[in-house]
């Protein structure tokens, strides 16, 4: 009987001791962001305001093609005109590479980046490899967090943000 019991409890243990030492996610909805100021690709000041409904962010160069792809061709104010911003964590990225590359090939891109240098905004962010975020919000408060792996759902998104 009492193998029994020690077995049982070992199986229960195994089961459940992962799930009290698993992380919470750090952003969930009905979380609220704080307001930002930060540069984008041009050392120019933006912010993450109330008036912004869809912050899509990457942390990989994947993930980063998604977004080239999908809004490349559109003017440069198409995601503020759609309350959307697009911010990227470089802060992996060696400082050599990213001042002489990186950086260089995204001004070329119409649309405004914002640049996490060092991981301080966005090291509570969830992402997924060669997925782009899609946080939902409403006056800086989380209503949704999705994962886009399409140009076309990344457009989407941005629609939905700018019918809102």
Known sequence: MNQRLIFA??????????????????????????????????????????????LMFSRDMGANKLVKKAFLERPGDYLPQHHAVYMIDVSGMPTFVTKTF?????????????????????????????????????????TGIDYADTADELTRAVEAAAAQ
Not at 113 to 136: C, E, N
């Open 102 to 142: 990186a950086i260089p090939k995204m001004q070329k891109y119409p649309y405004r980046i914002f640049l996490d240098r060092d991981a301080s905004l966005t090291a509570g962010l969830p992402s997924r490899k060669k997925r782009v975020t899609l946080v939902r919000l409403d006056r800086l408060k989380v």
């Open 9 to 54: 409890v070992t199986i229960l243990l195994q089961l459940l001791l992962p799930l009290a030492f698993a992380e919470k996610p750090a952003l969930d909805p009905g979380d609220e962001l704080a307001a930002f100021a930060i540069n984008d690709q041009h050392g120019q000041p933006v912010e993450l305001d109330e008036d912004v409904r869809l």
